[in-house]
C-alpha cells in the first residue's frame, strides 16, 4: 500500500521568507515522490522528484525538496518565498512497481508582502 | 510539453443526466487516470487505464464509468448524475512502465449537479 500526509492545511509566511511544505509518505517498496503546484482554476504542474540518488533534489520555480528515508519524508522548500508562490501543493507517492499515486490532501500556501 | 486537454472547463448538468466528460493527450502515454478534487481531501483516483479498451477501478469508482476506445483520448462517464458528484474532475498521463515519470493534468472541469 502507498499512502502520503501533509500535515499542515495552511502555511503563511512572509515574502524573502525562508518556506517549508511538510510531507510524508508509507510504501512498501522503494518510493518515487513528487511534488505538484496548483494555481486557482487550473491543473496540477509538475516541480520536482526524487527517485534515488542525492537526497537533495531541485526543481522548477527555484524550489528543492529534501528526502529522509528514516523519517519517511520529503519536505518541499524554497530559500526566499514570492508572493507569487502562493498556491496549493501536493505531495505524491509512487511505490515501484505501481502505475498509479497517491496525493495528500494538499497545502495552501500564502505568500504575504 | 505534453498537453492534456478536457474539453470543459466548467459544466452544469441536472441531477439523473448522463454526463460524460473528455480528455485527450497528444504524448502517445499509454496511461491515462480520472482524479475528483475536493477539498481537504485532495486528489482521489476514480479510474485509470494502462492501454486501449482496459480499466482498472481506483479509490472511488462508484457511480462512475470510463471508455478508452483510443490510446490518446479517455472519457469519464456520469451514468446518472447525483449532486454529491459536484467537484473539480482532473484528468492525468504518464508513460508506462516507468513509475519514475510524472503524471500530467489536465487544468480540470469544475461540474456542477443540480
Known amino acids: 500500500a502507498q499512502s502520503v500526509a501533509q500535515p499542515e492545511d495552511q502555511v503563511n509566511v512572509a515574502e524573502g521568507n525562508p518556506l517549508t511544505v511538510k510531507c510524508t509518505y508509507s510504501v512498501s517498496g522503494n518510493p518515487y515522490l513528487f511534488w505538484y503546484v496548483q494555481y486557482p482554476n487550473r491543473g496540477l504542474q509538475f516541480l520536482l522528484k526524487?527517485?534515488?540518488?542525492?537526497?537533495l533534489v531541485k526543481g522548477s520555480y527555484g524550489f528543492e525538496a529534501e528526502f529522509n528515508k528514516s523519517q519517511t519524508s520529503f519536505h518541499l522548500k524554497k530559500p526566499s518565498a514570492l508572493v507569487s508562490d502562493s498556491a496549493l501543493y501536493f505531495c505524491?507517492?509512487?511505490?515501484?512497481?505501481?502505475?498509479?499515486?497517491?496525493f495528500g490532501a494538499g497545502t495552501r500556501l500564502t505568500v504575504k508582502p | 510539453d505534453v498537453k492534456v486537454t478536457q474539453s470543459s472547463r466548467y459544466l452544469v448538468k441536472r441531477t439523473g443526466e448522463k454526463v460524460f466528460l473528455e480528455c485527450v493527450q497528444d504524448m502517445d502515454h499509454e496511461n491515462m487516470f480520472w482524479y475528483r478534487q475536493d477539498p481537504g481531501l485532495g486528489l482521489r483516483l476514480i479510474y485509470f487505464s494502462y492501454d486501449v479498451k482496459m480499466k482498472e477501478k481506483g479509490d472511488i469508482p462508484e457511480g462512475y464509468s470510463v471508455s478508452r476506445e483510443k490510446k490518446e483520448r479517455f472519457s469519464l462517464i456520469l451514468e446518472s448524475a447525483s449532486t454529491n458528484q459536484t467537484s473539480m474532475y482532473l484528468c492525468a498521463s504518464s508513460i508506462q512502465g516507468y513509475s519514475n515519470q510524472p503524471q500530467h493534468f489536465g487544468d480540470g472541469t469544475r461540474l456542477s449537479i443540480l
Open positions: 526524487y527517485i534515488t540518488g542525492d537526497n
Open positions: 505524491a507517492v509512487r511505490d515501484t512497481g505501481y502505475n498509479d499515486m497517491r
